[in-house]
């Protein structure tokens, strides 16, 4: 059965910093590619970053991230652990959302059910 589950969220002043986690099972997991996801309210879910699939023990992925998260945000993965993680920095109130983790490969995707992020005063 696969399972994703983020954790992390929660509401933090502008200008703070953020660590969420996506733990993964069910799945190969450093076979998949990894993208964090975000989605405020009345718009639609927008890619925020991606680390790729990995081989060997010294492929840490390619990133990808939307050009207003670069930066200040770092997606990073642990296959050891089948966890990827995304550091928020300098977070602003624009960055308010639900952000889910997706998994992907050729042929499968999956998602989890989102953590919410507060940047407010």
């Known amino acids: 059965q696969v399972r994703i589950v983020e954790s992390g969220g929660g509401l933090v002043q502008p200008g703070g910093s953020l660590r969420l986690s996506c733990a993964s099972s069910?799945?190969?997991?450093?076979?998949?590619?990894m993208s964090w996801y975000r989605q405020a309210p009345g718009k639609e879910r927008d890619l925020v970053a991606r680390?790729?699939?990995?081989?060997?023990?010294?492929?840490?992925?390619?990133?990808d991230y939307a050009d207003s998260v670069k930066g200040r945000f770092t997606i990073s993965r642990d296959n050891a652990k089948n966890t990827v993680y995304l550091q928020m920095n300098s977070l602003k109130p624009e960055d308010t959302a639900v952000y889910y983790c997706?998994?992907?490969?050729?042929?499968?995707?999956?998602w989890g059910q989102g953590t919410q992020v507060t940047v407010s005063s």
């Open positions: 997706n998994a992907k490969n050729w042929a499968y995707e999956y």
């Open positions: 680390i790729s699939r990995t081989g060997g023990s010294t492929d840490y992925g390619s990133t």
């Open positions: 069910g799945f190969l997991f450093s076979a998949y590619a």
